[in-house]
């Protein structure tokens, strides 16, 4: 009982007809669900914001969604609204098999830290819980899969080999945003990270 499946971050909000939709981030789902089968267990991340969070565009005086703005913990990408805490954006897609998870956890609630990683919000050093989750219950093999490839997959990703755990990104069942070549840059610096991205 070594192997857990982490799936980030499928929610309403990013996928079609969503405020931050990832192109086909919808597909995944089916496929998502088939792959819980084989995993002993399941954990879902759900991105969940307070309303007015510092990562939205919306709270920037005349700043444009996709732009970056600095703070102290370095560059950020500010972003449309999205998955504010009990929205139905912030809702995991209707078809995601959430009766399967040993364990959602949250983030991003943090009003003056993003968090795109499931381990640590951007400042690299607030943890969520979730390396202690997985310690105390042994779980050493990580399978990431979800939203977005670029962003929340890859910062959980690259975190979790640098807390030592051996971590698969299924890049058939993540799909990105690709925000001028962050798909790329993302895939390098996961394998540069000793991420298997299968
Ligand atoms: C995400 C941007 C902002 C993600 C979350 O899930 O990849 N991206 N918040
Ligand atoms: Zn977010």
């Not at 909000?13 to 939709?21: H, I, K, R, S, V």
């Not at 078809?95 to 381990?119: E, V, W």
């Not at 971590?167 to 298997?196: F, K, P, Y």
Request: charged letters at 15%; glycine letters at 10%.
């Amino acid at each position: 009982m070594t192997k857990a499946l982490i799936v980030i971050d499928i929610q309403n909000d990013f996928c079609p007809g969503g405020a931050l939709a990832v192109a086909g981030g919808d597909e995944i789902v089916p496929s998502v669900n088939a792959l819980m089968a084989e995993f002993p267990a399941v954990i879902l991340t759900q991105d969940w914001h307070p309303a007015g969070h510092s990562s939205f565009a919306s709270s920037h005086e005349g700043a444009t969604a996709f732009s970056t703005t600095e703070m102290p913990y370095g560059t950020q990408v500010l972003w449309p609204d999205h998955c504010v805490q009990g929205s139905e954006g912030a809702a995991f897609h209707p078809a995601l098999d959430t009766d399967r998870a040993d364990l959602i956890i949250r983030k991003g609630m943090n009003p003056a830290i993003d968090s795109y990683s499931a381990f640590f919000e951007n400042d690299h050093q607030t943890p969520t819980g979730l390396e202690g989750y997985l310690r105390t219950r042994g779980l050493t093999d990580l399978t990431l899969v979800g939203l977005a490839t670029d962003f929340c997959v890859n910062f959980s990703a690259v975190d979790a080999a640098r807390l030592g755990f051996a971590v698969t990104v299924r890049q058939d069942m993540c799909r990105g945003i690709d925000m001028e070549g962050s798909l790329t840059a993302a895939l390098a610096g996961m394998r540069e990270a000793g991420v298997t991205v299968a």
